[in-house]
């Protein structure tokens, strides 16, 4: 079950909930009770350590191990 992030309506407080696909309509407010809530979109880290590799990596097709100059 994925977790997702949820900003109340009633009291503007957002929270996580473990929540599976086929009952996200019992989700409610932990702080304030409330049933209107709505699912936001997830941000992720776009950054990266200095000196990270950027691409491929898992072997195979632009992976670097096929030789087929991706």
Request: hydrophobic share 25%; charged share 15%; proline share 4%.
């Given at each position: 079950?994925?977790?997702?992030?949820?900003?109340?309506?009633?009291?503007?407080?957002?929270?996580?909930?473990?929540?599976?696909?086929?009952?996200e309509?019992?989700?409610r407010?932990?702080?304030?009770?409330?049933?209107?809530?709505?699912?936001?979109?997830?941000?992720?880290?776009?950054s990266?350590?200095?000196?990270?590799?950027?691409?491929?990596?898992?072997?195979?097709?632009?992976?670097?191990?096929?030789?087929?100059?991706?």
């Amino acid at each position: 079950m994925p977790i997702y992030e949820y900003l109340c309506a009633g009291c503007s407080r957002t929270f996580e909930e473990l929540v599976s696909a086929s009952d996200e309509s019992g989700v409610r407010c932990p702080e304030c009770g409330e049933a209107a809530v709505t699912r936001l979109l997830s941000s992720f880290a776009t950054s990266r350590p200095e000196g990270a590799m950027v691409g491929g990596g898992g072997g195979g097709c632009c992976g670097g191990s096929c030789g087929c100059g991706h």
